[in-house]
Structure formats: structure tokens, C-alpha cells
């Protein structure tokens, strides 16, 4: 809705698995967003589920006073585009029209559950159909277990030593089973160390903690000057496309120029080879010059 103002989308729906109160972000972060939100439907799907959040003691009349500020605001409803929250839900199956392109997506709904002091959700029976173009994944969900690090389940595997402070530096440290011995030097952070565990906000904080925890072990690291050039030597080594700071530079040139022959105030390319290509342009004509 903000990030390319010419391709304004008419709704977005997002999809919640969880109810309003499970939310992590904060009011800074949905303040982008909340002149789209459409009110009249936002209180209606809250209407939908309040008999499931009261199932598990939670007050729907307290919702503006710990996610949704906005609530305690008089409802003003979006001249434009709008964005609408349908909880309790996850995605089931996605569908395709004639030319190939999502056109639906069907979601099964679910029930919350107290688990273990905390708030869960599980599924049910019941399925809804959504009609959508355009789908965009959470991310988070997993970890990449290609990477080549001790992985588990959907997360990377980092020190059992149990200590006092469940944000120490312990529980940072990658670990490897096999040996049983901590990989010192290497940590995982937010949904890499806890996959989608508290949503964006609570992987946010996790992790700067555990960048705090990096630059501490930095600081006594009898490390060698030329770590990064082995780091992008390896990289190299195995044919993958690294794209550095210079890179990143070199492409936004590239789309500042098309944006400014065209006459458009902002231009971005949606192809990855479109994005290659023009690094490689620029590239060639630094050379040249």
C-alpha cells in the first residue's frame, strides 16, 4: 500500500492463525498501515470470534488498550485501499484460475487452547474461501535446513546447558549434537533460534539481544582481519550470485535512471535477472570509464 503508491492494491487480507491478542507488533509498526484498516469490518470479524477469545478468558473489550490502540478512536472508515484481518485461520489450499494465477485461497479455522501458560491455536474442520490475486507468505516459518548448520525440526540447534538467564549468551551459541560441543564463534538469532516463535516483533528484540551477545564475543575474538574475504571466497566457491553493498548501489542507479526516463517518480524492477542484469551494466560501465 506504501512501497509502490502506483500499484495501490484495492484490499489486502491478512490471514491470522491466531487471534488479536496474540499480535506482537507494536503501535509504531501499524501506524503505516492503520488509515487503510476498514473498521466496520474489522468490528465485525471481531464479533465473529469473541466467543472463541472468551473461551479462553481473554476480554475483547480490552483489546484497544494492549494491540489495537485504534480501537479507542472514533471509527473512520479508508477512502481507498482497504485492509481487513481475518483471525483464527490458516492458510489450506491455494487455487488457480484459467490462466494459471492464484484466484482463491482457502483457509481452515481454528480454535484457541491454553497450552503450557501460554495461548495456541488448533485447527478445526471448518474451511473458508478467500477470492485473492496476489499471496504473500509470513516468513518464518522454518529455518533453511540447507545451510549446512546443526538443524532440528524447523530450527538451527544451539546450546542445551540450561542457565539462569534465558537470554544469556548460552542460548545463542550454536551447537553441535554429533560432537556435543558448543561452535564457538557462531550464533543463531530470532526465528533462526526459535522458528516463527512470537512473531515479528518478539524475533525483532531476540534478535538484537543476540547481536549484542556477537559484538560482545567480538570484542575478545582472536579472530584473523581477513575472515570476510574467506566468507566470500567460500561463497564464490560454490556458484552462488553474492550481492554486496556495491551491488545494491550499482542497482539503484540502474532503476533512479529508468525512473527518470520514463518520467515516473519511482521505478523498481520485479525480476531477479532484470535486477543481474542491470548490476552487471553498471558494473561494465564503471569499468569502462
Not at 499480535?23 to 466467543?51: C, S, T
Not at 485501499?81 to 484460475?97: E, K
Request: charged residues 25%; hydrophobic residues 40%; glycine residues 8%.
Amino acid at each position: 500500500m506504501l512501497d509502490a503508491p502506483h500499484k495501490t492494491a484495492e484490499e489486502v487480507v491478512v490471514v491470522a492463525r491466531r487471534g488479536p491478542f496474540e499480535a506482537k507488533f507494536d503501535q509504531k509498526e501499524f501506524a503505516y498501515v492503520e488509515p487503510f484498516l476498514d473498521r466496520a469490518a474489522f468490528d465485525a470479524e471481531l464479533e465473529r470470534i469473541k466467543p472463541q477469545l472468551a473461551s479462553v478468558g481473554q476480554d475483547i473489550g480490552k483489546l484497544s488498550e494492549e494491540t489495537f490502540p485504534i480501537l479507542a478512536t472514533p471509527a473512520q472508515q479508508p477512502a481507498g485501499a482497504r485492509l481487513y484481518f481475518r483471525f483464527l485461520c490458516s492458510p489450506q489450499a491455494i487455487s488457480a484460475g484459467a490462466g494459471g494465477r492464484i484466484n482463491s485461497l482457502t483457509v481452515v479455522e481454528n480454535i484457541l487452547q491454553q497450552r503450557d501458560g501460554s495461548i495456541a491455536c488448533k485447527a478445526t474442520e471448518q474451511t473458508f474461501g478467500l477470492d485473492v490475486d496476489t499471496m504473500i507468505f509470513a516468513i518464518g516459518d522454518v529455518a533453511d535446513p540447507s545451510l549446512g548448520l546443526p538443524y532440528h525440526r524447523d530450527a538451527y540447534v544451539t546450546n542445551p546447558t540450561a542457565g539462569e538467564d534465558p537470554k544469556g549468551a548460552w542460548a545463542y551459541e550454536l551447537f553441535d549434537p554429533q560432537t556435543g560441543k558448543v561452535m564457538e564463534g557462531m550464533y543463531a538469532v530470532g526465528w533462526a533460534r526459535k522458528a516463527s516463535d512470537g512473531l515479528v516483533g518478539i524475533a525483532r528484540h531476540d534478535a538484537e539481544v543476540g547481536a549484542a551477545h556477537v559484538l560482545k564475543f567480538l570484542e575478545t575474538a582472536a579472530g584473523e582481519g581477513s575472515a570476510a574475504v574467506k566468507v566470500r571466497a567460500y561463497l564464490d566457491s560454490t556458484g552462488l550470485r553474492v550481492i554486496d553493498k556495491n551491488d545494491l548501489e550499482s542497482l539503484g542507479r540502474a532503476e533512479e535512471k529508468i525512473a527518470k526516463e520514463r518520467g515516473l517518480t519511482w521505478f523498481k524492477f520485479d525480476k531477479d535477472e532484470d535486477m543481474l542484469a542491470a548490476i552487471e551494466a553498471e558494473r561494465t560501465k564503471a569499468v569502462s570509464v
